[in-house]
Nanobody, 120 residues
């Protein structure tokens, strides 16, 4: 079974950048799509970005398109989320999941996530 651990969050000023990592254990990582979600205080968890197992088909939610880039290194069993031009509304806990669905209700278990705080 593949397990995921998110890292790379922090506090950054608006306009700044962060790179999140989603490290996976397990030999079948490269066959799985991976998606990133985020949950801001008082809000529902929402889809952010996803990538296929091959890494050739990234997709994004509209608010982050052009600012965030999802990528993966299957040799390192890691998926990255490069976040540029950060805005205060990007403040949230970010989570990764194995799968292609952008519906958070389809996932049963959530890790601790990594906190991203963007100050204005």
């Amino acid at each position: 079974q593949v397990q995921l651990v998110e890292s790379g969050g922090g506090v950054v000023q608006a306009g700044g950048s962060l790179r999140l990592s989603c490290a996976a254990s397990g030999r079948t990582f490269s066959t799985h799509a991976v998606v990133w979600f985020r949950q801001a205080p008082g809000k529902d968890r929402e889809f952010v970005a996803g990538i296929s197992g091959s890494g050739r088909s990234p997709y994004y939610t509209v608010p982050v398109k052009g600012r965030f880039t999802i990528s993966r290194d299957n040799a390192e069993n890691t998926v990255y989320l490069q976040m540029n031009s950060l805005k205060p509304e990007d403040t949230a806990v970010y989570y990764c999941q194995l799968g292609a669905s952008g519906d958070p209700n389809e996932y049963d278990y959530w890790g601790q996530g990594t906190q991203v705080t963007v100050s204005s």
